[in-house]
Nanobody
């Protein structure tokens, strides 16, 4: 079992940057694909980015391509989301998720373990 715990959220001005971290406990972390999702007030949860267990397969939502970068450090059981050129529409609670399988997926149904979320607020 893997338990993700997010950190790094906060308040930032438009155009700024934040790096989210997700520390995941569990002996199988290095074989789990990981993903980031977000949910804005009044909206459904949406996919942001995902990374396979080797880091060799990465997916991004179109809305964040070229601005966000997902990466992982299996030695530290941690996955990161570097967010640059932030926009007010990026404001949301960001969730880290782990799936039992090794391959990268964009559907939240593919993920088995979820963190509590961290708030990201981008002011205009």
């Amino acid at each position: 079992q893997v338990q993700p715990v997010e950190s790094g959220g906060g308040l930032v001005q438009a155009g700024g940057s934040l790096r989210l971290s997700c520390a995941a406990s569990g002996r199988t972390f290095s074989t789990n694909a990981m993903g980031w999702f977000r949910q804005a007030p009044g909206k459904e949860r949406e996919f942001v980015a995902s990374i396979s267990w080797t880091g060799g397969s990465i997916l991004y939502a179109d809305s964040v391509k070229g601005r966000f970068t997902i990466s992982r450090d299996n030695a530290k059981n941690t996955v990161y989301l570097q967010m640059n050129s932030l926009k007010p529409e990026d404001t949301a609670v960001y969730y880290c998720a782990a799936r039992r399988g090794p391959d990268s997926r964009s559907s939240d149904l593919a993920y088995d373990y979820w963190g509590q979320g961290t708030q990201v607020t981008v002011s205009s």
